[in-house]
């Protein structure tokens, strides 16, 4: 197992460069009553360096989720009576894949047999660079065999409770206790990238394994986790490799949190604040 203590460094920005350059980055994230969200993941992927970002979102909360944020684009997904995405929207989303670099899916979306239907959907797309978070999680551990249908390249970013639903769903032994051991074995035996969140978030491929520095207890919070992504996706869509990605994504998170925490203390932090400190995170980081 190869301990990674460096952490990867995105190339410089050419004098050249349009938004077309630093990827083009589809969140699906949102249902009734998680618009903000859809916003979080929107907002970190544009402060994270994503040249063009787009949120796909139920058409009954996209005048919410547009209004936060005049800088990210928007994609009317079809819904159901409660709010949640529905199968019909699987045909945009697969129409969007054409024009996207990566997407990120699951936050905010309310779990339901539409939004499964949909996630197993863009599992099935070859090639397709995916960000699964949150609910995206939770409705792919009611997925049967999962790892056998997925043909995109995956990051999954579980926090424990969200694992101790991933594990079973897929395995007969009993998860590992340690959750180094237990990251690297799902990552092996699903072929992903594993961001096991917590105080030291692991990241690991199988093969490779990053334990994190950065953070604090104070970012325990509502939406951190929805910023993450939108991080993580935005590093993808630049051009870093997915295990990279999720690396360097999982410290600059950590750094912008430790940034914030020294100005407004850890009881005060909020999610928002975290992205409000990603432009000195990214600057002290490269």
Known sequence: ?????????????????????????????????????????????????SGLVRVATPKSILPIVA???PSYTTIPL?????????????????????????????????????VRSVLETLLGVEKLRMVVDADGLNNMSKIKDWPAKTKASLVLTPHPGEMSRLWP?????????????????????TNTIVVLKGAGTVVTDGEQVYINTTGNPGMASAGAGDVLTGIIAALMGQGMNNFDAAVYGVYVHGLAGDIAVDELGQVSLMATDIIDALPAAFSQST
């Open 78 to 114: 079809e819904d159901d009576a409660s709010g949640k995405i529905s199968k019909k929207a699987a045909a945009r989303l697969l129409k969007a894949i054409e024009e996207n670099d990566v997407f990120a899916f699951g936050c905010g979306m309310g779990v339901s047999p539409a």
């Open 169 to 189: 769903g897929l395995f007969r032994d009993k998860p590992l206790k340690d959750r180094q051991s237990l990251a690297v074995e799902f990552a092996k035996r």
């Open 1 to 49: 197992m190869q301990i990674i203590k460096d952490i990867p460094k995105l190339k410089p920005r050419t004098a050249d460069s349009h938004k077309g350059t630093f990827g083009k980055v589809c969140i699906v994230a949102g249902s009734l009553g998680m618009s903000g969200a859809a916003a979080l993941v929107g907002r970190s992927a544009l402060r994270s360096g």
């Open 67 to 69: 209004s936060i944020e």
